[in-house]
């Protein structure tokens, strides 16, 4: 398993936007991806879950990712994080 | 005697028990079922799904071709909701583990997940809306009837709601409603218009319902504006009287007789506007010449989704059967911004500015596959009557000549697979922007007929919006002068024009029209009555010394003065009711 934590630096937080935007990458990948938010570990490919997260502007998150392509996953969702979702 | 002020949508009076419906608060049922009929249930979830995301793949596609991407994005979210794979794999272990229906196990998955949302701080709170919009558009596909999401009135009573779909409106005047409260609705919503056509009494912004819910029987006062909770044996007496006036009225109305011309015996037309098919229930055909404006858009009101060629099909050739050999006008889908938030009922969306320019044959016609379909549709149920087709919002001659090409190929197609349709129909446009004005004439060489949208007309010509009130615009000369340019243009080639729009409601505007030579209106069923009753008092051949007066009148206060004089000479002698 592979996992990194981040900051979620959209000025709104984790909302629709971005959750989409995580989503629609996540969902390219054959590993299964859990993103963990005070203690609470969710499917990343789950719109629904990353909202019920309700993860506020500056929170820290932590991203896993098992399975064949673990590393890739990881390294992108991060970078995606880190660039604001390409949004802002 | 205890009363709570209100607004009127509807007019009207009438005393009775009250029935309560949440509109959002499905009643879903409870009910088990066998393990064996798990994986049924479940792919009948998936086929749920299938339809929400076509259609809503649908609506995204139009506001990104219409609007900009971002306003798409605004969809994404609910798309990804449909496919979300948490949402899918909760609801499959409702059924199979727990064995609950799918339409419950459904609905409990998405209330959780809307519970917490909305219990929630951040920005995300907001999203509880699309989890709402979905839930209703999944249950919408998931129920085998409407009857999980309608309301069940057991026995006449006044409705009460925190707000009304056009749906439901027809849905509980079929089961006998007398009249309706509401928290939230407005008088130009398409429930009002309905509400008024089906003359059920109805008041909104009614914000205590507990209170009135409270009562054993009350009395819902449209015409005061007000509901009368506890009601005084001394006061019973009258509004006894008043309640059994309004029923009276209402059968008055009902026995109408047709008009089929003036008093001096000049032919005439008075056609009626409608937009859902139930709306016919409420006339008898053979008192209307016809329907002269049928406003297709509505069929997508009552759907939340542009509907498909079935169900547009079985809405025109019921209402072409149901008329029994009168015509009928089908105008193609007019969506402007507010019958487009209507249709999508995504409550996101209300409130965005940036659905200001829908509409017309334009919008149509750059989403060819939605006339496309809406065309074949009318083809097949031309069989049924004397179906007319027409054209609103036309601003140039491409509009017609692109029209007719598709119409050609349609045809062609549907003898192909042979299918019967009508293969010569009238067809017409609506006369109502200033591009139309100058190619009158080139137009009039094209179609069959016109007709004058004077509400849109007089906002192309006057630039006043649509929510002011209309009435005092009515009589400025440029709107006169226009309809007399267009009905000369249609006189040089034999063609009939038809005034549909609240102008030919007005008693002294629409003795301006006949002076200009109009011997056809189309108008709303709430105007209907009086329209007829004035037409068949005029003395149409004297209206004629009135055209040359009106049409050099220069100022809209001196043409109100003159049409409202000839209008009481002419009437005086006639007894009103």
């Known amino acids: 398993m592979k996992k990194e934590d981040v900051t979620i630096m959209n000025r709104h937080g984790l909302h629709t936007r971005p959750a989409t935007t995580l989503v629609k990458n996540a969902a390219g990948f054959k590993s ?28 820290k998150v932590t991203i896993e990712a098992n399975g064949p392509d673990e590393r890739e996953a990881v390294e992108l969702l991060v970078a995606l994080a880190k660039n604001k979702f390409d949004m802002e | 005697m205890k009363t709570i002020k209100g607004v009127k949508i509807s007019p009207g009076i009438v005393i009775g028990p009250t029935f309560f419906f949440k509109r959002d608060q499905f009643p879903i049922p409870g009910t088990w079922i066998q393990m064996s009929d798990a994986d049924a249930e479940i792919a009948r979830f998936q086929q749920a799904i299938l339809k929400a995301a076509a259609e809503l793949t649908q609506v995204r596609k139009l506001v990104l071709e219409h609007l900009d991407e971002d306003h798409a994005k605004m969809i994404d979210g609910q798309l990804m909701i449909l496919s979300d794979p948490e949402l899918i794999s909760l609801v499959s272990q409702y059924v199979r583990k727990d064995n609950r229906n799918v339409v419950w196990a459904f609905f409990e998955v998405m209330s959780s997940y809307e519970k917490i949302l909305q219990e929630t701080d951040g920005y995300q ?46 849905h509980i005047k079929d089961q006998g409603a007398l009249g309706i409260i509401s928290q939230i609705g407005g008088v130009d919503s398409h429930v009002g218009i309905l509400a008024r056509a089906f003359r059920l009494p109805y008041i909104s912004h009614i914000t205590n319902i507990e209170e009135v819910l409270a009562c054993p029987e009350i009395v819902l006062d449209a015409d005061n504006e007000e509901i009368v909770l506890n009601l005084s044996d001394e006061n019973r007496k009258i509004y006894d009287e008043r309640a059994r006036q309004h029923e009276l009225l209402n059968q008055k109305l009902l026995s109408a007789k047709l008009v089929s011309s003036s008093r001096d015996g000049v032919p005439f037309r008075v056609l009626l506007n ?36 079935e169900e547009q099909f079985i809405a025109y050739r019921d209402t072409l059967q149901a008329m029994k050999g009168r015509p009928v006008t089908f105008r193609t889908f ?148 226009s309809i007399h340019k267009i009905v000369q243009a249609a006189d040089r080639f034999s063609l009939p024009v038809t005034i549909c729009g609240e102008m030919a409601s007005d008693p002294f505007a629409l003795i301006g029209l006949v002076a200009l030579g109009i011997r056809s209106v189309s108008v709303n069923y709430s105007a209907f009555h009086a329209v007829s009753d004035e037409i068949r008092n005029i003395r149409i051949l004297e209206t004629l010394t009135l055209k040359k007066q009106l049409l050099q009148e220069e100022n809209a206060v001196m043409l109100y003065q003159l049409l409202r004089e000839f209008y009481k000479n002419q009437m005086c002698a006639i007894p009103r009711k």
Request: net charge neutral; glycine share 6%.
């Open chain 1, 32 to 59: 299964e991806i859990n993103l963990v938010y005070k203690g609470i570990r969710v499917n990343a490919k789950s719109i629904l879950g990353l909202l019920v997260l309700a993860i506020e502007p500056g929170a």
């Open chain 2, 125 to 170: 709170k907001d999203r509880a809306v699309d989890l709402r919009d979905i839930k209703r558009r999944v249950i919408y596909h998931l129920s085998v009837d409407d009857a999980y999401l309608t309301p069940n009135l057991k026995e006449p009573a006044i409705y009460v709601t925190d707000r009304i779909s056009p749906s439901d409106l027809i």
């Open chain 2, 274 to 309: 409608i937009g859902f098919v139930q709306e016919l229930k409420t006339i008898r055909p053979q008192s209307v010449q016809g329907i002269g404006l049928f406003r297709t858009e509505f069929l997508s009101i009552e759907r939340n989704a542009i509907p498909n060629e």
């Open chain 2, 334 to 481: 007019d969506f402007g911004r507010d019958k487009l938030m209507a249709m999508l009922d995504l409550e996101v969306m209300h409130r965005d500015i940036a659905f200001e320019e829908w509409g017309g044959i334009r919008f149509c016609l750059d989403n060819p596959e939605i006339l496309q379909t809406q065309l074949r549709a009318f083809l097949r149920a031309s069989i049924y009557g004397p179906a007319r087709l027409m054209l609103p919002m036309v601003t140039r001659i491409e509009d017609v000549l692109e029209v007719k090409k598709m119409i050609e190929i349609i045809k062609r197609n549907l003898k192909k697979e042979g299918i019967k349709f009508r293969d010569r129909f009238p067809l017409g446009v609506m006369i109502e922007t200033k591009l139309a004005l100058d190619i009158l004439e080139p137009l009039a060489g094209m179609v069959d007929f016109f007709s004058v949208g004077t509400n849109d007309l007089a906002l192309y010509l006057i630039g006043v919006k649509r929510d002011e009130d209309l009435a005092k615009n009515y009589y400025h000369p440029i709107i006169f002068q």
